[in-house]
């Protein structure tokens, strides 16, 4: 399907950038401040951002596994970054936007790719 490629490299670049602002609030301001809120609201972004990477490198070669890794991506990215962006107001709002809206964005264009592919029944 058009835009396969494009999509998966969004994801590891948003998974990149998602991964490693969490782990600086993971590290700094959870571990050497020793803030408890801070080292949650991080764990769950790092958790979230590397499941988006597995999932975009699953898409990138096609893998039976990007079907659950991009439905799981969106169960845990959506809740992670109401939480961090919108309710505690950890994350920016540009990360924020894009951590709830692409892998939104993704699960649909997966929908879609997948009924493309499937065989028609007569």
Do not use: C
Not at 1 to 27: C, D, N, P
Not at 52 to 62: E, K, N
Not at 90 to 105: Q, R, S
């Amino acid at each position: 399907m058009r835009g396969h490629m494009a999509v998966s490299l969004f994801a590891l670049v948003f998974g990149a950038v998602e991964t490693g602002g969490a782990i600086q609030e993971l590290v700094y301001r959870g571990v050497l401040n020793s803030e408890t809120e801070p080292m949650i609201i991080g764990a769950l972004g790092t958790v979230t951002g590397a499941v988006l990477l597995w999932a975009a490198g699953a898409l990138l070669i096609r893998s039976r596994l990007a079907n659950v890794l991009v439905r799981a991506t969106a169960f845990l990215s959506v809740p992670t970054f109401l939480i961090s962006g919108v309710y505690k107001h950890y994350a920016g709002w540009p990360i924020t936007l894009v951590g709830i809206a692409y892998p939104l964005i993704m699960l649909a264009w997966w929908r879609m790719d997948e009924k493309t592919q499937a065989p028609s029944k007569v």
